[in-house]
């Protein structure tokens, strides 16, 4: 089930492996990373932004590596957007965005040793 995301800590790499493998749109990405949907087509021809977004970026990359662990590839785009009651009706993507990735990468876990077990 699980796909493969290179590991990687370049941006544009990242933004093209989230968009062509969990199917994230620009508006996705750049939702989450708290930038213009310029800014992230920029990025992805160019590997230039802001510090801030590349953060996010690179937490939404790592979010979706463990995601794909336990998530069909193209339900991974829906999970991420959808609000869910553990985080008090706040999106996956919403956390990526408020810096909250910690709290959002302890639940994959729990889904993912649930899944194992």
């Not at 620009?26 to 708290?34: K, L």
Request: proline content about 3%.
């Amino acid at each position: 089930m699980s796909i493969e995301l290179p590991q990687t800590h370049e941006a544009r790499k990242q933004i093209s492996a989230l968009r062509r493998e969990c199917f994230l749109s620009y508006r996705d990405i750049s939702s989450a990373a708290g930038v213009s949907v310029r800014a992230i087509r920029n990025c992805e021809r160019y590997n230039v932004l802001v510090v801030e977004a590349r953060v996010r970026i690179d937490y939404l990359y790592d979010v979706c590596r463990l995601l794909s662990e336990i998530v069909e590839q193209r339900y991974i785009r829906k999970w991420l957007r959808e609000p869910k009651e553990v985080f008090f009706g706040k999106s996956p993507l919403e956390l990526v965005k408020e810096n909250r990735t910690e709290e959002l990468k302890k639940v994959i876990n729990e889904l993912l040793n649930e899944s194992f077990s």
